[in-house]
């Protein structure tokens, strides 16, 4: 797992980390929502995508959502399910570190474009590493 791409954000909410752990919230729940939909499905068909309040989300919030996540994982059966699950463990670490229970606009932004561009995240930056082992195990 590398989170070391948050250095090259300029923004000072990404570089606390409450911060860091509202962005990768929305790039796990964002996998979790692609991961209840068929492949070619738009995002908003998710169940997921309904339930969240976007530009009103709390920690709270984040936190109901992620108290579900083994479950939802498993009922969807998703393939990538323990990574996600081993990043929503860091993320959950990092949600704990603050006090604040409003997100308010820097988090509520960070957490959107997260949520919007979690697969690039997820696979490109996170878990790039990973991608690439199983390319070159399968020949690609």
Same mark, same amino acid.
């Given at each position: 797992?590398? =989170?070391?791409?948050?250095?090259?954000?300029?923004?000072?909410? $990404? *570089?606390?980390? @409450?911060? /860091?752990?509202?962005?990768?919230?929305? @790039? @796990?729940?964002?996998?979790?929502? %692609?991961?209840?939909?068929?492949?070619?499905?738009?995002?908003? /068909?998710?169940?997921?995508? *309904? +339930? $969240?309040?976007?530009? #009103?989300? &709390? #920690? %709270?919030? =984040?936190? #109901?959502?992620?108290?579900?996540?083994?479950? $939802?994982?498993?009922?969807?059966?998703?393939?990538?399910?323990?990574?996600?699950?081993?990043?929503?463990? +860091?993320?959950?670490?990092?949600?704990? *570190?603050?006090?604040?229970?409003?997100?308010?606009?820097?988090?509520?932004?960070?957490?959107? @474009?997260?949520?919007?561009?979690?697969?690039?995240?997820?696979? !490109? #930056?996170?878990? !790039? /590493? %990973? &991608?690439?082992?199983?390319?070159? +195990?399968?020949?690609?």
């Amino acid at each position: 797992m590398q =989170l070391d791409f948050f250095e090259e954000f300029e923004d000072p909410y $990404l *570089k606390t980390e @409450v911060g /860091k752990g509202v962005f990768l919230a929305g @790039v @796990v729940l964002g996998m979790l929502a %692609r991961g209840q939909i068929g492949k070619d499905d738009p995002i908003d /068909k998710a169940p997921l995508f *309904k +339930q $969240l309040n976007f530009g #009103r989300v &709390q #920690r %709270r919030d =984040l936190m #109901r959502h992620f108290a579900r996540i083994p479950e $939802l994982t498993r009922a969807y059966g998703i393939e990538y399910a323990g990574m996600i699950e081993s990043l929503a463990a +860091q993320t959950g670490e990092m949600l704990l *570190k603050g006090q604040q229970r409003d997100l308010g606009v820097d988090g509520n932004f960070a957490f959107s @474009v997260a949520f919007m561009n979690a697969p690039h995240f997820f696979w !490109k #930056r996170i878990f !790039k /590493k %990973r &991608q690439e082992e199983k390319t070159d +195990q399968n020949g690609g």
